[in-house]
Nanobody
Framework: QVQLVESGGGLVQAGGSLRLSCAAS????????MGWFRQAPGKEREFVAA???????YYADSVKGRFTISRDNAKNTVYLQMNNLKPEDAAVYYC????????????????????WGQGTQVTVSS
């Protein structure tokens, strides 16, 4: 079993930055694909970014150029650096871990992931 705990959320003004962390425990996630998803009130959960075990990354079009996902296998942790935040980025952000995906694009599918964290709230004021 893998436990995932997100941190780093908070309130930020539009144009500001936040760095989310996802700490894994229970087993190493170095061979797992790791993803970030988000869910705003009244909306479905949506894909944000993902990184596979060889550090190939994949991003939603809405965050390309602003968000960066990275992983530190020594710390069993994944990060999401979020820059130039917009009010529409406000949501609960969830970290997820899953087995090797069949393709990079498949990392955007929530069903690809076996383990999920509880989420961390990101609020962006305009």
């Amino acid at each position: 079993q893998v436990q995932l705990v997100e941190s780093g959320g908070g309130l930020v003004q539009a144009g500001g930055s936040l760095r989310l962390s996802c700490a894994a425990s229970g087993r190493t996630v170095s061979t797992y694909a790791m993803g970030w998803f988000r869910q705003a009130p009244g909306k479905e959960r949506e894909f944000v970014a993902a990184v596979n075990r060889i550090r190939s990354t994949y991003y939603a079009d809405s965050v390309k150029g602003r968000f960066t996902i990275s992983r530190d296998n020594a710390k069993n942790t994944v990060y999401l650096q979020m820059n130039n935040l917009k009010p529409e980025d406000a949501a609960v952000y969830y970290c997820a871990a899953g087995s090797t995906p069949p393709s990079i694009a498949s990392m955007a599918r929530a069903g690809q992931y076996d383990y999920w964290g509880q989420g961390t709230q990101v609020t962006v004021s305009s």
